[in-house]
């Protein structure tokens, strides 16, 4: 697709079971949306740390996750701040939000792990919401998802200290890794929760002290 970025089309690679993988996306019921999503979409492989879109840039392709995932953060200066992640099944709602209104993206999305997305033009998207029913139901849903999740963190934000903010989510984490031994950087934390690594620092040694986890080269364990 000519609109595709280079930097973007280069990771593209040709694929014998791409109708076996848009069938699988359970949410797109219509034999039409699928036909359409496999004509119009390409299929691409991209490694952790790869980045999607960039704060500043008009967004003309989507994504849906086949597999892997995709942080979506906000940046200012040295300071990042976590908004979501896009999972397998989703779709990025800051760049829905862009694409439909010919904005740029306010929002960065770097690849988490290696992940593989299907990608179409974003130019389909007011279509195929009047033609398709089940892409509408998936469209509003994800910006039903995205709408709960921003409103819980911004409760975290407001209402929450810091150390209880970096408490659960190191217990978030060891419900998602299945793992009470986490590889983790302080500067991770920092810029999951949108503070500075002194803070996080400082919040674990603290931790440490009480006897609520331990901290190892690149690694907190929690008891």
């Known amino acids: 697709m000519g609109i595709i970025p280079r930097s973007i089309s280069d990771k593209i690679r040709t694929m014998d079971n791409q109708k076996a993988i848009v069938t699988s996306l359970k949410a797109f019921k219509e034999p039409a949306l699928q036909e359409a999503l496999l004509t119009h979409g390409q299929i691409l492989h991209f490694q952790k740390g790869d980045t999607i879109v960039k704060i500043g840039q008009y967004v003309r392709f989507l994504p849906i996750v086949?597999?892997?995932?995709?942080?979506?953060?906000?940046?200012?200066?040295?300071?990042?701040?976590?908004?979501?992640?896009?999972?397998?099944?989703?779709?990025?709602?800051?760049?829905?939000?862009?694409?439909?209104?010919?904005?740029?993206?306010?929002?960065?999305?770097?690849?988490?792990?290696?992940?593989?997305?299907?990608?179409?033009?974003?130019?389909?998207?007011?279509?195929?919401?009047?033609?398709?029913?089940?892409?509408?139901?998936?469209?509003?849903?994800?910006?039903?998802?995205?709408?709960?999740?921003?409103?819980?963190?911004?409760?975290?934000?407001?209402?929450?200290?810091?150390?209880?903010?970096?408490?659960?989510?190191?217990?978030?984490?060891?419900?998602t890794d299945e793992s009470r031994i986490l590889n983790l950087s302080h500067q991770t934390i920092a810029n999951e929760l949108g503070t500075t690594r002194v803070v996080v620092s400082r919040i674990l040694k603290q931790f440490e002290k009480e006897k609520k986890l331990k901290l190892l080269r690149g690694q907190i364990e929690i008891k």
């Not at 892997?68 to 040295?78: A, L, M, N, W, Y």
């Not at 988490?112 to 009047?130: D, G, K, R, S």
């Not at 911004?154 to 989510?169: A, N, S």
Request: hydrophobic fraction near 40%; charged fraction near 25%; glycine fraction near 4%.
């Open 66 to 175: 086949l597999k892997g995932s995709i942080r979506v953060f906000q940046q200012k200066e040295d300071r990042e701040f976590s908004l979501y992640y896009v999972r397998e099944g989703e779709t990025c709602t800051m760049s829905l939000a862009a694409a439909y209104f010919n904005n740029k993206s306010v929002s960065h999305g770097v690849v988490m792990e290696p992940t593989e997305l299907l990608i179409f033009p974003a130019n389909f998207l007011t279509e195929w919401q009047l033609q398709f029913p089940s892409w509408n139901q998936y469209i509003i849903a994800m910006f039903r998802r995205r709408y709960d999740e921003l409103i819980n963190n911004f409760e975290g934000v407001v209402f929450e200290h810091m150390p209880v903010r970096i408490m659960e989510y190191l217990r978030r984490r060891v419900i």
